[in-house]
């Protein structure tokens, strides 16, 4: 049974940096062919995609994102980390973390998600 | 603003048919495979269709995905109050090397 599992601090203060770890199992990040992606949904609002990690270490970034965000794996503990820099109110959002295993950036599984609020 | 774009809302009635439409570009949609994702009230968002009409396992054959050019369309045939959701639209960008999503659909069965 492939399950990913979020984890990190409820609530950062601006400015701060904030750390995710997306724990797998059911698969392995190091398996060829397997992608993790994460997530963000502000409250009320739309899906928007942050940063992919691949099994052969290639990574992709949101344009938008990209001097903020830092993903990576650790294959020996079968997780993922994303690092997003200076964090401010308006990262107040569940994020999510998601499986991708066909190459066609389809997310089969994901995660249930974890919510940070940013505040002072 | 999102780089697909999709209808804000939809509604019909209970075992009537909606479709719900996501527009992109030659970048996205023309050239990559679309999914779609069903999003229950506070739940992590569920993968409903991959490559363009695929349904994985255990999704009922109630929902259909298209494709034609740089667009997208997801269908729902025999409506149920357990449809009632935000639906998105998803792919690969080949321009941003990035997935994009659409803005979300929320779906009101009457």
């Known amino acids: 049974q492939v399950t990913l599992k979020e984890s990190g601090p409820a609530r950062v203060k601006p400015t701060q940096t904030l750390t995710l770890t997306c724990s797998l199992s059911?698969?392995?990040?190091?398996?060829?062919?397997?992608?993790v992606s994460w997530i963000r949904q502000p409250p009320g609002k739309a899906l928007e995609w942050l940063a992919r990690?691949?099994?052969?270490?290639?990574?992709f970034y949101s344009a938008s994102l990209r001097t903020r965000l830092t993903i990576s794996k650790d294959t020996s503990k079968n997780q993922v980390v994303l690092k997003m820099t200076n964090m401010d109110p308006v990262d107040t959002a569940t994020y999510f973390c998601?499986?991708?295993?066909?190459?066609?950036?389809?997310?089969?599984?994901w995660g249930r998600g974890t919510l940070v609020t940013v505040s002072s | 603003q999102s780089v697909l774009t999709q209808p804000p809302s939809v509604s019909a009635a209970p075992g009537q048919k909606v479709t719900i439409s996501c527009s992109g570009s030659?970048?996205?949609?023309?050239?990559?495979?679309v999914s779609w994702y069903q999003q229950l009230p506070k739940t992590a968002p569920k993968l409903l269709i991959s490559?363009?009409?695929v349904r994985p396992s255990g999704i009922p054959d109630r929902f259909s995905g298209s494709k034609s050019g740089t667009s997208a369309t997801l269908g729902i045939t025999g409506l149920q109050a357990g449809d009632e959701a935000d639906y998105y639209c998803?792919?690969?960008?080949?321009?941003?090397?990035?997935?994009?999503f659409g803005g979300g659909t929320k779906l009101t069965v009457l």
């Open positions: 998803g792919t690969w960008d080949s321009s941003l090397s990035a997935v994009v």
């Open positions: 030659a970048s996205n949609i023309a050239k990559n495979y």
């Open positions: 990690i691949d099994w052969d270490d290639d990574k």
């Open positions: 998601a499986r991708e295993s066909t190459g066609r950036s389809s997310l089969d599984s």
């Open positions: 490559d363009n009409d």
């Open positions: 059911g698969f392995s990040i190091g398996t060829t062919g397997m992608r």
